[in-house]
């Protein structure tokens, strides 16, 4: 149900209510009172929903039940927030899908557990990396990849129609990693998110063998993305129009900050921190694929002013505990450098899980070993071939003191739908944003279809215990998106791989995807692109020379670097990839070879 239905359907019982000749007075009051009640001072129902059969297609603890609220959004999710009377706001991820409207607001009008008024609102500029929706004192912010907004709510009323407030603002240009992730704390500050638009600090981002900027551990030749990039800043939450000079950098070494979140219960800031990518592709002499699949750790950190998390110059490995100096600055897998004295995490999480939101639980439905806890949202893998993808969960870390006082554990599973995941289009749904309800319940949203699912507790919280958990632990140690891979036996190209596809696989899957479909955010598709079936000599170009984007692909646009294949690629190999390309993911076949490449390197680019 939308606003124009409620309005249609209060239209027509008003006209057949005249019938009866009631004073028009009266007939006025009664139309004023309707408008109040459907429009601007909406209040929830009371009790929870009923589950849906299945539980939405979630995994979930003994004793928890999950409700679909909305099946798919057209623009999409992102992170979330939901009001003290339940409504639910939503950053859209794609605006260009959600008829140019950068955000969507949800109702549930009769307690069922599904929303029934869908409403975008909401234009500004915005690409897919826009990611905050939050709700503090009365307003609801939100971000693109360069600016952090805010509206005014006001009682009841779904919709805002304040004035857009512009409270911090980033220079362009957009890059990979810029989020804009936002946490408030109990003083009057917000603190904001700036990723680093590169993967190691490299010289040539993502090309092998390239050395990275700046030196360890030197406060006068830092890494350049170190200079307004790769950390936390702090702000004045109600100020207007701040640039990233006028705040206070609070944190720094952090390359992808997407999950941010202070606790109220610890007065404490946290994050988790996206580990580096392509350790195999760039340093093949140094890292096997299994080590490349399952490594850097995504840093779980507890933050105070100053942290330094090591990022571009180390990496943390969760296999030993520790902090290892990155191959880009002359680091062999073993060498520890200086990163003993950086700040540790709290957790190191498997690598590429790609945690993208956190949670402090504050409510009272769920059993009491839940509150105070963490919760976060892998969003899943996109490079750990040749193994399976891993994360696409919930996962949940018990608190005491401000600390974990237990192991991680899997709260929900199933969103990817399939095992194991081979490419990440494979995988159904991905896990995003988290919010809680006024109730206690859990949001979850999804970035693929937009669909969001509210978890509740329906069983005994008295007897919740290590029963209701056993399925969920041992899923932890059996499921391919969650286990540790083992090197050969969970090895997806084993035995199978001829010269050409090696080559795909080693360089060009852990973007664009072993189907050729890329990720659908970060990565574009090379299946069926305008790039690939048009003039050879210009794919041949890009594979030599590398792009930088902003690029369109198949009409949505993508941002990250292309490295140029050319510096670290023989012609051979080159004419066996684009062949390769071209010849599969539905393409239009075509053959490439050695001496077409040697004649395209001698063209400007």
């Known amino acids: 149900m939308n606003h124009k239905h409620a309005k249609l359907q209060m239209?027509?019982?008003?006209?057949?209510?005249?019938?009866?000749?009631?004073?028009?007075?009266?007939?006025?009051?009664?139309?004023?009172?309707?408008?109040?009640?459907?429009?601007?001072?909406?209040?929830?129902?009371?009790?929870?929903?009923?589950?849906?059969?299945?539980?939405?297609?979630?995994?979930?603890?003994?004793?928890?039940?999950?409700?679909?609220?909305?099946?798919?959004?057209?623009?999409?999710?992102?992170?979330?927030?939901?009001?003290?009377?339940?409504d639910i706001y939503v950053k859209a991820r794609n605006h260009n899908r959600n008829d140019g409207y950068g955000n969507i607001a949800l109702r549930d009008t009769n307690n069922d557990g599904k929303a029934d008024i869908i409403q975008p609102f909401g234009k500004y500029e915005g690409r897919t990396y826009g990611t905050a929706m939050r709700i503090h004192n009365g307003y609801l912010y939100f971000s693109s990849e360069l600016i952090v907004y805010r509206n005014k709510l006001k009682p009841g009323q779904l919709v805002p129609d304040s004035k857009m407030d512009t409270i911090v603002v980033d220079n362009p240009p957009y890059h990979e990693h810029q989020t804009k992730p936002v946490a408030f704390d109990d003083s009057g500050h917000i603190y904001v998110g700036w990723g680093a638009g590169s993967n190691a600090s490299q010289v040539a981002n993502r090309r092998p063998g390239s050395p990275g900027t700046g030196t360890p551990d030197s406060e006068t030749d830092p890494s350049p993305f170190l200079v307004d990039?790769?950390?936390?800043?702090?702000?004045?939450?109600?100020?207007?129009?701040?640039?990233?000079?006028?705040?206070?950098?609070?944190?720094?070494?952090?390359?992808?900050?997407?999950?941010?979140?202070?606790?109220?219960?610890?007065?404490?800031?946290?994050?988790?921190?996206?580990?580096?990518?392509?350790?195999?592709?760039?340093?093949?002499?140094?890292?096997?694929?299994?080590?490349?699949?399952?490594?850097?750790?995504?840093e779980f950190f507890k933050?105070?002013?100053?942290?330094?998390?090591?990022?571009?110059?180390?990496?943390?490995?969760?296999?030993?505990?520790?902090?290892?100096?990155?191959?880009?600055?002359?680091?062999?897998?073993?060498?520890?450098?200086?990163?003993?004295?950086?700040?540790?995490?709290?957790?190191?999480?498997?690598?590429?899980?790609?945690?993208?939101?956190?949670?402090?639980?504050?409510?009272?439905?769920?059993?009491?070993?839940?509150?105070?806890?963490?919760?976060?949202?892998?969003?899943?893998?996109?490079?750990?071939?040749?193994?399976?993808?891993?994360?696409?969960?919930?996962?949940?870390?018990?608190?005491?003191?401000?600390?974990?006082?237990?192991?991680?554990?899997?709260?929900?599973?199933?969103f990817a739908g399939v095992d194991p995941i081979v490419n990440v289009s494979n995988a159904v749904y991905r896990p995003m944003g988290l919010a809680e309800g006024p109730d206690g319940s859990l949001y979850v949203s999804d970035t693929e279809k937009g669909k969001i699912w509210r978890i509740m507790f329906k069983g005994n919280k008295q007897t919740f215990g290590a029963a209701q958990l056993a399925a969920m632990a041992k899923r932890k140690v059996t499921r391919s998106n969650i286990k540790t891979p083992n090197a050969i036996t969970d090895d997806l190209d084993r035995g199978k791989l001829l010269a050409a596809a090696k080559v795909y696989t080693t360089y060009c899957s852990p973007c664009h995807q072993r189907d050729g479909k890329g990720d659908g955010n970060r990565y574009p598709p090379i299946a069926g692109s305008e790039w690939v079936n048009g003039d050879k000599t210009k794919l041949i170009s890009v594979i030599l020379n590398g792009l930088q984007g902003p690029v369109q692909v198949k009409g949505l646009p993508y941002n990250e670097v292309m490295p140029a294949h050319g510096s670290f690629l023989k012609d051979e190999e080159i004419a066996q990839v684009v062949t390769y390309i071209k010849s599969n993911f539905g393409n239009t076949p075509g053959t490439v070879t050695p001496e077409e490449v040697a004649a395209a390197r001698k063209l400007k680019p």
């Open 11 to 86: 239209s027509v019982y008003f006209k057949s209510i005249l019938r009866f000749r009631i004073p028009k007075v009266y007939l006025v009051c009664f139309w004023l009172f309707l408008i109040v009640m459907g429009f601007t001072q909406y209040k929830p129902g009371t009790g929870l929903p009923p589950g849906d059969p299945g539980n939405g297609g979630l995994a979930l603890p003994g004793g928890f039940r999950a409700v679909v609220v909305v099946d798919s959004l057209k623009g999409q999710a992102r992170h979330i927030a939901v009001n003290d009377n339940g």
């Open 229 to 298: 990039h790769g950390g936390i800043w702090m702000f004045d939450e109600n100020k207007l129009n701040q640039k990233q000079e006028e705040g206070v950098k609070f944190a720094t070494g952090l390359r992808s900050i997407v999950a941010l979140e202070w606790d109220h219960n610890s007065k404490s800031l946290y994050t988790i921190n996206h580990g580096r990518d392509d350790l195999r592709m760039l340093w093949p002499a140094i890292y096997t694929p299994w080590e490349s699949a399952i490594l850097p750790a995504e």
């Open 303 to 414: 933050v105070k002013q100053g942290l330094n998390g090591g990022w571009p110059y180390y990496y943390y490995d969760q296999l030993k505990g520790k902090k290892i100096l990155n191959p880009e600055y002359g680091g062999d897998k073993v060498k520890e450098g200086n990163g003993a004295k950086l700040t540790q995490p709290l957790i190191g999480f498997p690598g590429h899980f790609a945690p993208n939101d956190l949670m402090f639980y504050k409510g009272n439905q769920f059993p009491a070993r839940y509150k105070n806890g963490a919760f976060m949202a892998f969003h899943g893998a996109t490079n750990r071939a040749p193994y399976p993808q891993a994360g696409y969960i919930i996962a949940f870390v018990p608190f005491k003191n401000g600390v974990p006082s237990g192991p991680w554990e899997v709260f929900a599973d199933g």
